[in-house]
């Protein structure tokens, strides 16, 4: 037993007599996971359990893992075996529990034996019934009052809104609906109650996210649902409408994630272009060769993804779109890389990530022939990002002079020590997309909106001025810069 874990264990036997037992939580992967994560720290609030913000100072841990690529299974298993080293105690829930190994065992469980137990995603009920067996809930579960929308994990203006969960395409690259499921809409009543109390709560941005979101009612063959007794039916168009007016009535944003160009999505963009959602669209492309979708088995062709964006571009001028691309992938020849590379070029796309093909244990594509060297799907992912920083220099250039509404996030000190406050415009998704980086004088509403005259961009970023407030009772911080001097950032895309 390990010094950390004594003292864990000492920590414990001293806090016996407590009423409220202590569970520490670390949370790993996408925003989904972050949702799951969401769930289970709520439901232990409200049945009166703390959370703890050490190892030392919890009766026990839950570790949410990631298990989509390597370098996730890796940071996931190292956090598992730090839990375990620190407090002794760890339950261990999220996709990489629902990975067995060559040998058709848990995973998990063979490298890390001590875990008190293991489950998959989205499996919030399950992790209670460990955290009863294992850390009995309190006498009283109502002692602690916990707020209508659940405890969150982001910062208090802007949350994410799982509408859907699992998945019922079948990538080859992708292993998600082996360890998510297959597709299961949430009621729509239910999704727009949590928006209606994240709204309430202060939240001004409300992030839709999904592992598709297009297909949200599709397995209930878009069933009639009721909000605020009203028929509703469970439908993109429908849940998208009634977020935009809900936004509208709170000053809030809504933004689509995870979007597949399904044709209905063209109804989507009327609403766009009235304002009620903002002109974002998160479409993962992943390539564009017409073989290589195929081999990668999603669901559109790509021969009319021009056409679509040009569209769009049409409907709504000023649309954000963003996407993901896969470089290097089991067949991709040299011709078919350089038509992906022509593609970006015609489709000039405004936020663009791109990860080098990384195999996963139990996807399909691993039995594809002609696999790509390491070597070379990272050269053709760098060239990929070296075309797309050019498109995306040239694209925020047009912005300068232009003053935009910008939602703050928060202030940071610059080089040169001054401090410049940060936030993001419309186009702009907190963690992967840009940023801008604003000076001025006066205060400044943390989590609000305020008016920013662009000066300045790269191919990452925008600079500028924060221009005169409006009167108005959002609570507020001095900010008193210069112009604001943009640090480097590293390649966009991060996903």
């Not at 001293?14 to 925003?31: E, T």
């Not at 297959?182 to 996210?209: F, H, M, N, T, Y």
């Not at 990929?384 to 220099?393: A, K, L, T």
């Not at 004088?441 to 970023?461: A, N, R, Y």
Request: with cysteine; hydrophobic share 40%.
């Amino acid at each position: 037993m390990t010094k950390s874990s004594s003292a864990a264990i000492a920590a414990r036997k001293a806090r016996k007599a407590s009423a409220q037992p202590k569970v520490g939580f670390v949370s790993l992967g996408c925003p989904k996971a972050l949702v799951d994560s969401e769930l289970i720290v709520t439901q232990l609030r409200a049945e009166g359990y703390q959370i703890s913000q050490s190892y030392q100072d919890s009766d026990l841990v839950v570790v949410n893992t990631c298990g989509f690529i390597d370098d996730a299974v890796a940071e996931s298993l190292d956090a598992i075996g730090e839990a375990l080293a620190e407090n002794g105690k760890v339950i261990v829930t999220g996709c990489l529990g629902a990975r067995n190994d060559a040998d058709g065992g848990n995973m998990i469980e063979r490298v890390h034996p001590k875990v008190l137990a293991v489950t998959g995603p989205h499996a919030a009920q399950e992790v209670m019934g460990h955290v009863h067996r294992h850390l009995p809930k309190p006498h009283d579960p109502f002692s602690d009052l916990v707020p209508e929308a659940g405890i969150k994990l982001t910062p208090k203006h802007y949350a994410y809104l799982k509408i859907s969960e699992g998945c019922n395409h079948r990538c080859s690259f992708c292993i998600i609906p082996s360890m998510r499921g297959d597709l299961v809409s949430r009621p729509i009543g239910e999704v727009l109650r949590e928006a209606r109390a994240l709204l309430q709560s202060g939240v001004r941005e409300l992030l839709v996210i999904s592992q598709d979101t297009s297909a949200y009612g599709v397995d209930v063959r878009y069933r009639t649902g009721f909000v605020d007794g009203r028929p509703v039916r469970t439908r993109m168009l429908e849940l998208v409408r009634e977020l935009g007016d809900l936004a509208a009535a709170h000053d809030a944003w809504v933004r689509l994630h995870y979007v597949y160009p399904y044709p209905h999505v063209d109804e989507v963009l009327e609403l766009m272009a009235q304002g009620r959602v903002l002109p974002y669209l998160d479409v993962p492309f992943q390539h564009a060769h017409p073989r290589i979708l195929k081999l990668m088995k999603r669901p559109a062709s790509g021969e009319k993804n021009i056409e679509r964006i040009q569209a769009w571009r049409k409907a709504v001028p000023d649309l954000t779109v963003r996407s993901t691309f896969i470089a290097g992938f089991p067949g991709e020849t040299e011709q078919e890389f350089e038509f992906l590379l022509d593609f970006l070029r015609e489709a000039q796309l405004d936020r663009v990530g791109c990860f080098a093909y990384s195999p996963v244990d139990g996807a399909s594509a691993n039995a594809l022939p002609d696999a790509v060297p390491d070597e070379l799907r990272q050269e053709r992912r760098e060239r990929f990002m070296h075309v797309q920083s050019g498109i995306s220099r040239e694209r925020l250039q047009r912005f300068v002079g232009r003053t935009m509404r910008v939602l703050v996030d928060g202030i940071e000190q610059d080089d040169d020590g001054d401090m410049i406050a940060v936030g993001r415009t419309a186009m702009d998704a907190p963690e992967i997309d840009g940023v801008v980086r604003f000076g001025g004088e006066g205060k400044l509403p943390i989590g609000g909106f305020v008016q920013v005259l662009i000066t300045g961009s790269d191919e990452h970023d925008l600079e500028g001025v924060m221009q005169p407030a409006q009167p108005g009772p959002d609570a507020s911080a001095p900010l008193r810069a210069r112009a604001a001097r943009r640090p480097k950032s590293g390649l966009q895309g991060k996903n």
